[in-house]
Every structure is written in C-alpha cells, then in structure tokens.
C-alpha cells in the first residue's frame, strides 16, 4: 500500500507496534474526549481560501525564536521513541536535522541528548525539561543541553501529577527492561522513589509555579518555552514573567480530560499575547490544512507528536521524515489553494470567523 | 481486567446482575432522552485549566449542612439494595462510612433504617422521604431516623406518579417475594392498596404541595432538602418556603422525559439561589472530571445513584469503596491539573462560559 | 411482546403489514429529511417541569372548535384504512368515539362517510378534503358530510401535486382492486384521468388558491380547518380569510422534503394568530411528553396519523384504542410531572426556550 | 430496479465502473471534509414553503447570460466522459441538447470540442478552460471554440496545483492509452512535460491572476465566467474586473479541503454582487429541492458534475436525459410545494434565515 497521507502510517503502527506500546502512544485521559477534540476542532473549521494571487512561487519557510526552519510544523516531545524503532531519537533527531525542521527532544527519551546531539550536529534542537524536585537534577540537565547546543528550554508545565489513561493501567505498562531513560540514568538520589512506566516520576514536583520561571532563567541562558498553556489569563502571565513562548497544547489529550481542543484554545491566546512572544500549539494537527488552519489562528508554528511515532515505527529515519514530507507538501499546497504565497500571507483572513 | 473507572463496574453489572434487574437500574422514562442527555451534557463543558499554581498539596474535604466530608461526592437515594448484593443497604452504609461522604439512605432500601444505623453508626447519613398520603406514616418514619441519628431528610418532590420505564413494564419487574422494603414493613394500613415493584406505591400522595414543607418542618427538627427542582422560580420557592438545600435532579431521567440534564439545569438555579442555601446535584456523574465540571458550576457536592449498585453487584460494600475512591482520586486529580489546592478555588472561571 | 408504547405498535406493523403497504404509509418525499425531522426536533427541546403543585387531580379534557374532546389528541386523515385491517375507518372510527377524542376522516377512505358515520354515530367527526377541478364534486362531497354530522371540514392545502415517494415508485403501489376509494366511487365524470395508486389524483386542482376559500365559505355551513400551513405569513392569510382553525403540518414529510418539523414551525404560527382561531399541529408526535411540548408551544390539539395506522393492523379498533389509551395515559403522566393539572396550565413558560 | 432519483443512478456507478474509474470521479481532496459537506448544507437549511398560491402552471425556464435554459441546471464540467461510457463526451452534448440546458464542456474532454459541437450543434454550450503557462494554446483553444459557437468562455480559478486526492495516488489512476485529451492533441511543445493522469498538467500556470483577465479579455469577445470563487472579496474584485458571471464552486470538494460547502458560501457572494453580475453554483446538488434552495439562496442556475457522469455510465445519452429530467421534475415540483410558479418567484423569503 502507498503510504500517502498521514493516518497511512497511524495504521501501520497499530497494526505493527505491540498492543500496549500502542496504547501507550494512543493514550488519552479518562474518557478521551479532549484526546479526540484535538482532532474533530479542525474539522469544525471553514476556510475562506483567494483566488488568482500568482502563487507560481511558493515558500514554507518560516523561523521560529530566530531560527529558520524549512517550514512550521516540529516535532513535539514524546517520550520512549526506541520503543517504536531500535534507534528511537537518534533516527528522529536525523530525520529532522534532514528536513531543517525543530525537534524538541523530550528528557524521557530512550537515548542521551548527548547521542541524540551527535546524531545530527546541524539541526535544530530544542530540549523539553521538567521541574523536579530536585532542582539540582534539572540544572544539571540545562547545563547538558546548553553545552550540545540546544536552542531552547521548553517546560512543561501541564503535569503536576500524570493524568489517568486507562488502557495504561489496564496494560501495567512499563518501560522494558532493556530500554532506559538514559538522560536521567544514575541521576536520581532517590533511587527507590515511586516510579510510572518504570520511571521515578513523583519526583516531578507538583508545586511548580511562577516562581520557578524565575528560578529557571536563574539558571539558563537559553529562551524559555512554556507548554502546556490553554487560557489568556496564564498566557498573560506567561508574558509578564518574561518568557519566549507558549506552546498552546493540553498533553495531546493525556492530563485533563475536559480541557479544550488546542485549535480551539488559541484564539483567546494570540489575541491576549497580541505579538509580544511567539505562540505555538500541538495537539491533533494531522493534515497541512490543519498546519494552514493553526497559523491562520496565530500560531507561529506547529508540533507533532503521535504521527512522528507512527513514522519511526514504520522505517524509523525515513519514515519520520516522510510524515515531515507529507505534511510539508499537504501545507504548501494548501497555503497555495488559499492563495497565499508564504506565512506571512496566512493570516484571520482565511478563516470563516462566524462559524467557530 | 482491572477495574479502573467507574464504567468498568458498570460492565460488570450488565454482566452479572439478571437481566430484570440490570434492566431496573438502568431505566429511564419513556425514550430515555433525560437519562442519556445526563452523561452527555458534560461532554459538551469545557474547562480552562490554570497552569504553575502550586498543587503539591491538594484537599476534597468540603462540608455539607455543616458535616465535614472527605469529598464532595455522596451516594444518592436509590432503591432495592439487596437486588445488587445480599448484605444491601448495609454494605452501602459501611462503604459511606469508610470513605468518610454521606450516604442518602433511600426509604424503599431493603434493610430497615435502624439495620443500617447499626452497621455504620458513625457515618454521616440523611434520609430521604417521601410524603404519603397518611402523613403519620411519614412521621413514623422521620421520628425513627432522628432518634438513628440521621442529619437531614431529603423530600423527593418529582414522583407525584411513578415515571413510565418502557423495560420494567416489560420484565414486569417486581421486588422479589424474599425482599421487603423493611422501612415500610407492617406500617401500612391499606394493606390492598395498589402496588408498583411489589411495594404499595399509590400511597404516596400527588397532592404533595409547597405546604407540605410547612407541615415537613412543623414535625421535624432536621434540616430539610428538597430533591429533583429544575428550575429558578422552585429554587426560589425552595427558598422562601425555609428549605435548607436543593438536590437538582431530573430522578436519574426516570420521571419526565425531556426535562434537562440536571448540568444544564444548575446554573439558572445557582444563579438564583445565590448561596443563601445549599445546592447539590445528582445525575450523570460518571468521572471525577464530571465532578469538577458540577462544582465549578456551582454545586456544593455531588450525588451517584446507578455508579453505587454497580459497586454493589461487584463485590458489596468493597465494591462501593472502590467506585468512591476513583471518583475521589479522579476528582482530585482534576482538580490538581486544573491548578485547584482545593474546593474553595473551583468555581466558574473554570467553565469555557461561551460554549454552554 | 408486551406493547407498551406506540413504536410498539411501529414494530409490528413494519413486520406485519405487506411490504408495500408499510412502504406507502411509511413514505416520506424524497430524502425523507423532514419526515424524520418531525421527530427528532422533538427530542430537541427541553421542558422546565415544576414541582410541587398538587396534581392529584388531572384532567387531560379540552375543547376543540367548541366540542370537548377526552384529550388533546385527535386522529389526522390517512388513507385506506382497509389496507390495514378488514374493516378499516369503521375501527378508527369505533375507536375514536369510544375515546372521545376527533376524527378526522379523510376523503380517501376505504369506507364510505355514510358506513363511518353509521358505525360510530356519536363519535365527533372533521371531514378532510380536497378542492377538486370539478367543484361539484367537491360540492357533493361537502353536502354528505353535513347532512352525517360532521362537524367540520379540514382543507388540505398542501397538494396541489403529490409529494416524490421514491418506495412508491420502486413498488409501483396500488390500492388493490378489492379495495375501492367509496366516497369517490361513481362520482368522477372523467373516468379515464391518470391515477396515482390507482385513484384519479389529477382531478386534484392545483389552481387551488385563497380565493377558494371564499368559495368554500359559500358552500358550507361549517367551520373550515386549513392543514398543511407552515409559515407565519400564511397563518396570518388564513385568519384574515375568516377560516376557524389551522393545523401546521407538512404532511408527515410526504410533500416538500426541505419544509421544518411542524414543531419547529409552531411557535411563528401562534405568534402571529395569537388566538384569533385555533391553532393544531400534526407530524412526529410518538410520546405523550411530545404533545405536552406541543401545547405547550401553543398548539390546542394535535393529531397523530401513522401510529394510528399502526394500531389498526395491530388488531383494529381494539389497537386504535389502545394507541389513544397509550398517549392519553403519557400525556396526562407528563402534565402531572411537569406541575400541570389541566391544559390551560400547559404554556410556554414549561419550554427552556434559550435551547431552541 | 427502477431509476428513481440521482442516487439509484450513483449506485449503479458505483457497481459498474471499474473501481479506479469510480475512485477518481468520487474523490475529494484530502479527509472530504468539503466534499461531504456539499451535500450536508443542504440538508441544514428548512424552508418556508406558502400555500395557496394557484400553481396550475408552472415554468421552470430561466435565461443565463442571455440564454434561454428549459430548466435552472446545467452540467459541470467534468473530465474524461468516455471513461464512463463508450461515446462520451458526444453523448453529454445530445443529451443537454435535447433537455435545452448548458453544458460546460471540459477542456478535458475525450472528444474534441469540434466533435461535440457536431453532435450536438444547436445545443447551448459554455467552454471550460485554463490558463496554461503557454498562453498560445489557450489562444487556440479559444479560437476554437468561439468559431464552433460556444457561447461563453468559463475560466476555471481554483486549480493552480491539483488537489490531493488520496485514493486516486493510491490506485496510480491514469486515463488508459486508448483514450485522450484529444483538444490538447499535438498542441503541446513541451511534450515531455510532467504529466497527472496521462495528462500533461504542470503546464497549468499557478501564476494565473487577475491580470491574466484583462489577457482573456484581449483575446475573446466571448463573456467570460469565472469558476471557483467562494469568498465576497473575490466576487467584488470579479465584478470589478468585468466578468460576467461567477460559479460559487470548491471545484467538488477536490481541491482544497476545509472549503465551505458552496451553498453555505453563496449568501455573501450574492450580498456582495447585488445582481451586477450572475452568480452560479456547483456541488452537491442531488436534488431538485436542493436546486430550490440555491436559487432562494441566489443562483441563477445551478451545475452537476458527477450525477452527470453516473448517467453516462448507466446508459449515455439516455442517462444523462434521465438524470436531468429527474432534476427538472423535481424541480418543478418543489417549486410548486413551495408555492412558485417559477423561477422569479423564487427568492429568500423560501428560506429559513435563523436556522442558517
């Protein structure tokens, strides 16, 4: 079968991948309604696409915190990538160093950020960070990061405690034993602290709050992305402590159940941050009409999370990178039908306002 | 399979129970439209999380007419224990007593008040009633439950008649012959008097009127709440007539179909109440999510009803304190990810108010 | 199968009747939207039942055109009865006059208004009519009527050509050669005009217009019921040409598909007649609740056509009774629920009217 | 089985033609987001039909561009006829001939338009076209045309790349070697120019503007339409440009996907034209009553595109009539239902507006 847009390879992988490793990817919270919104708000939304602009010459390109990047659509942090290819991030980290994108590399990776650095030296790397406890552990970590390059710290801040996903606990998923966290390997102190999926977990610390934005740029040099964001009032807050970017995502659907779809979430945030920091989304974005929808709504740039499992799982390197390719080609034909030539021409414009 | 939320147990119980049983429970009036449009109603709600607020430390307790509980979630009036699981009403009771919530002991349980008192005599427990048309059976049986120690009792005020559950007339559904609706045992004078499941149901009294509060409250000394009102101008009724609370309910969409689901009834009743007395909810709550939506929208506490038989007919009063520790967990979960320490900071600013 | 409620009688019907008569009576026009729309927009509203009302007395008793009827709802004109039972409108109309409630017989009947007079002599009894090319015959069909007793004429207006039954076509339905339309028979000049199921339809004048009425008025002696509006500007033509009462309706989705539920077209109709005559409703009603909310929107009666069908080939009179039994019993079940003792306190403040 | 509406005839295609022939007139770009909704709007909009309004006669005729039409629907242009049956294209022309309405040829015929305008020589002809990169062969195409006596040129807007139809990719679909472009024949120079179903496609010029309107004007004298257009701002520059007429069209649902439905898209092009022009429209017609529907909304004509190319597979010329002649009757009827007696009396009081 040609795999030819997205959801080609979303079957692949549940067909391919283990029962529970699927599950664990799939996973939502609770009932999966914000899971699934993620997906069924775009759907809900109309364009309002030009005609006869010349689009003979098209661009994708845009930049995000000053990085050019071949077009806005990155790789979101998901974690455990070795469980759907051997070399789990090191494939992911080429295939997007290949297609000049962002990959934010999540700490719960499968693989060091030091290998995941070597892999591919050019490319743009984010790295996704958790306050823990022991906030020596995370500053060791943003040491790590800034000495290989990292462009940024994305913090996510939506998992004061890990949401409820059923099948999870149904499965009693646990990292194989042969796979490791290999960034926190031999980290912790507290080597007999409660674990989740066989990773010492309780020691996310779930009194996290402004202050630790503060503490954070103490430590770092790096921009600051928060993740995790779904309401004006943090996202004004967000502003006023002096961070880079939001990230306008609500974990794929995986903390609360019930919190809005992402799409759907971004317009009161873009109107609040009105252009003082750069805004971003994840969540559901499966189409590169969906990616033209998401940037006509204000995002700068949008991640991907699942669909970037189901390419590694179904050639690793290449198939990360054809899911990029998919979605690139998909977005450009789709600022082309709108008659836009580049993102810069992507704006409210193109959305039919009156029927969201 | 692990049980891990409350639809699990459910899925037990369709299993298990007779099929005239389950059939009981799960009944609504007429199409069923009230029953369905209970559960759906919260999927329609949609939550603004607040993010980096300190959660570390997070409290359900909440009062209720002044008793402490460990949660705002109680167990609602529902009939027949003993269908579920030999033990009952009592089961019930020691569960409601383990979890520290309040349980609503339904005047047609098949243990006798004065059974259950004893099996639990230090949880916090309400009675509800109905009014019969001989009012001294109706003060027999509030004089037994003062003297039992019961703190309020809860006038169901939505079954002038029985509403038409298509199946029960079907199954021609009755109480089995072992089984007595011990409350109400020998208290009967009309011992002809027509029946509904086996119990004499044409005893309660249709001309049951706002007076009636007034007689309610000239031969009890026990606050009083008032389940199934709908609407703004009974809230306001309830008021002025010297109720102490309101349970919004439609009967678990067993009486009127049509009528709203009881999430989309409570804010034209808060609104309307404007806390000078306490308003609960019942129907529909299936998730501690649910329970989040129901507080944030002005209830004070939540009742189950059908979620507790499904506990029950898993494995009695174990069965009980496993749904009402999920929901418990669930709740406080939600809460936590919400950016909530505790019940006083859930309130409207939670609610996507434009989606409703 | 204990038959409980009227898609009962729905189901046996479907599974009982020839396939080509549950086809005609089933049939909606092309698409069949608005057919299935009558009932679903019942679903869609919501009633605010009030409580506490003493409803130990009710009375589902109305008036219609100044006769009492046992109950708001009344038996809208179908077509040969006899293809649902032996004896036909002699059942509906033993039915109908047993119950007390308005019959509205239509012009294609399988039994003459002379035999359904004779067999239900105190029943109160509409004629349904059509305005044909030939005013004579009209004329005569109008003379026969009054001198029966009937009470009134219901004027169909909404055919001026039949509906796109697409079934219809596929079967080629015909009224089978024993059965005949007698209170045509013999009467028609041009014994060879095109047919439609084996009845001259094009003597139907499609030339039918307001300037009929008049015409009509001139003729009769009776009240005259227009069926089949569904605009406000054609209630307000209808008031204004001195007509006593309306029934909206789209005759069960048979006509225009497109044309709104008749529930959903109420509310203009009654707006802009404000009870200068009397306003009806037919199509879609399945439950007593489904009448309450037609009051309660306005309509002073309504009637039901395929249910009756239903019951007659369920068991004849004895199933038309039993449908009429079953929705007078709901209805006055429903009133009570929502605080209604009688029908003058059915109105629109039980309707959630911010849902609509 | 009889052949009653435009579906019976679709099925029969869909059962007939070999799967990547049905495929490919089937597809819609993408999720089929907009080419399902196409037929959905339309189901969403009631209409306000009025009574009594004498339809004894009734007259389906209109004109467009001067042109007198039997009926308010013309074909669309659609590709490849003799994919679906053996004369193709010949066949359409008789057809539309015969029935007295306008076919859009499609440059992407498989007969020439030499002949097609043979075939059928007093029928009512519009050309389709594009703007190719060597405006030369447009040049020629048009000098056809006009000296063949098509009577309108209809530039097509909305392809300056091909949309991303899934399974035509998956089923490599090509037009097979014994069928061709044949108006395209030999006028290449670039024969060895990328190709997308057989056809050489890349020689479209996506630089196509508005300025290539004054070019067309330069070279024809025939009035020009313009295809594609879903949005007022380009309906207001349209008129300023001095076509003379638009269809409202999203080119089936198969170019960009999160389009509007084009019914739902009409209101604001009609509103912003306010009659300077004609405003047609594509897609989703099925059947007559949703041709009531546009032309209330404020099309002139309405166009078919695939229920076109069903009627051909089923039985050429013949299909196409049957196909057309269901839609006029249709037609015809729901205007009389709706109480017009033609196409003038047709207009927005027919429609529903708050339902929109």
Redesign the interface.
Known sequence: ??M??LTDYEDYAREHLPKATWDYYAAGA??C?TRDDNLLAY?R????????????VTDTRTTILGSEVSCPVGIAPTAFHCLAWPEGELSTARASEAMKICYITSTYSTCSVEEIAAAAPNGLRWFQLYVYRNRKLSEQLIQRVEKLGFKALVLT??V??P??R?ED??N?FKLPPHLKVKNLDSSFEESNSPEEYGVPVQTL??????K??HWLQSVTHLPIV?K????K??AE?AVEHGVQGIIVSNHGGR??????ATI?ALSEIVDTVQGRIEVYLDGGI????DV??ALALGAKCVFIGRPVVWGLSYKGEEGVRDILQILN??FR??M???GCRDVTEVNSSLI?MSRL
Chains 1, 2, 3, 4 share one sequence.
């Open positions: 079968m040609p030819v847009c609770d009932e309604c759907k939304i109309r364009l309002r696409p030009r005609m006869l602009r010349n689009v003979s801040v939506d004061p405690y949401g409820k059923r606990i149904r009693n610390d779930p009194s996290i709050s402004w630790d934005i928060i995790g964001i779904l309401t009032e943090d807050l903390q609360l159940d019930g919190a809005p759907d499966r189409t590169g009409c033209l929808k080609d998909e034909l789709s082309a039908l709108s039919q």
